[in-house]
C-alpha cells in the first residue's frame, strides 16, 4: 500500500527562525509527484511548493525549499525566516500514476512571536 | 489563476434532510474534480473522484447512494449529502484539477463546506 507518513503532529519555531518539517511515503512507482499543501486557520488548502520525482534538483519557492531524497523515500519541507502567517497545518501528500492524493496526517506549525 | 469557489460555506440543516454543496472551477476548467471530507484536527480523506459526463468514481467504504456526486459540465461539480444525520456533519472539501495546464497534476482547492446536521 502506498502511504505518506508525517512523523511530527506539531512543532513551533521562533520568527526568522528556520524549521524543516518531515515527510516520508513509501511506494513502487517510478513517477509521481510530491506536494507541500498548507491549511490556515480558514481551512483553505493553499498549494506551497511542489516537486516531479524525475527531477533530481529540489523545488524552492521563496522562503520555502525541498529536500527531495528519493531513494530514501523522504521529502521534506525547509521554512526560511519564518513568519507568523506561517502558523498553520502542512500536509504532505504524494500523487502516484492515477491523479489522486494520497495525504499526510498533517504536522502543525506555530510560529512564535 | 486556479480558483476553485465553493457553496454554500457552511449549512445548517435538519437530520433527514438532503443538502447539495457546489464546486466550480471558476478560471479553467475540469474535467476532474475531487471530494474530500475532513474531521476536526485531521487529514483529508478522499470521497470520491468526479468525472465530467461519467459517473463518479467512490473510494471504499464511501456510499455512493448516500454521498452523490454529479459533475455536469467542466466547471461545475455538485454533492449531495442525502438524507444527512448527526454523524455526516464535517468539513467538506472539493479540489479541481487544471488538465490543459503545463502542472496538470496539481489540485487546486476550493475553500470548503462546513457542515452541521441537527
Known amino acids: 500500500a502506498q502511504t505518506v507518513t508525517q512523523s511530527q503532529p506539531e512543532m513551533s519555531v521562533q520568527e526568522a527562525e528556520t524549521v524543516t518539517l518531515s515527510c516520508t511515503y513509501d511506494t513502487s512507482e517510478n513517477n509521481y509527484y510530491l506536494f507541500w499543501y498548507k491549511q490556515p486557520p480558514s481551512r483553505q488548502m493553499i498549494l506551497v511548493i511542489r516537486?516531479?520525482?524525475?527531477?533530481?534538483q529540489n523545488a524552492t519557492e521563496n522562503r520555502f525549499s525541498v529536500n527531495f531524497q528519493k531513494a530514501a523515500k523522504s521529502f521534506s519541507l525547509k521554512i526560511s525566516d519564518s513568519q507568523l502567517g506561517d502558523t498553520a497545518m502542512y500536509f504532505c501528500?504524494?500523487?502516484?500514476?492515477?491523479?489522486?492524493?494520497?495525504f499526510g496526517t498533517g504536522t502543525r506549525l506555530k510560529v512564535l512571536a | 489563476g486556479a480558483v476553485v469557489s465553493q457553496h454554500p460555506s457552511w449549512v445548517i440543516c435538519k437530520s433527514g434532510t438532503s443538502v447539495k454543496i457546489e464546486c466550480r472551477s471558476l478560471?479553467?476548467?475540469?474535467?476532474?474534480m475531487f471530494w474530500y471530507r475532513q474531521f476536526p484536527k485531521q487529514s483529508l480523506m478522499l470521497m470520491a473522484t468526479s468525472n465530467e459526463g461519467s459517473k463518479a468514481t467512490y473510494e471504499q467504504g464511501v456510499e455512493k447512494d448516500k454521498f452523490l456526486i454529479n459533475h455536469a459540465s467542466l466547471t461545475l461539480s455538485t454533492l449531495t449529502v442525502t438524507s444527512a444525520h448527526p454523524e455526516d456533519s464535517s468539513f467538506y472539501i472539493c479540489?479541481?484539477?487544471?488538465?490543459?495546464?503545463?502542472?496538470?497534476?496539481?489540485?487546486?482547492f476550493g475553500p470548503g463546506t462546513r457542515l452541521t446536521v441537527l
Open positions: 501528500a504524494f500523487r502516484p500514476g492515477t491523479y489522486k492524493y494520497i
Open positions: 479540489s479541481a484539477r487544471d488538465w490543459t495546464a503545463p502542472e496538470k497534476d496539481t489540485q487546486y
Open positions: 478560471d479553467f476548467q475540469a474535467t476532474t
Open positions: 516537486q516531479e520525482a524525475y527531477k533530481q
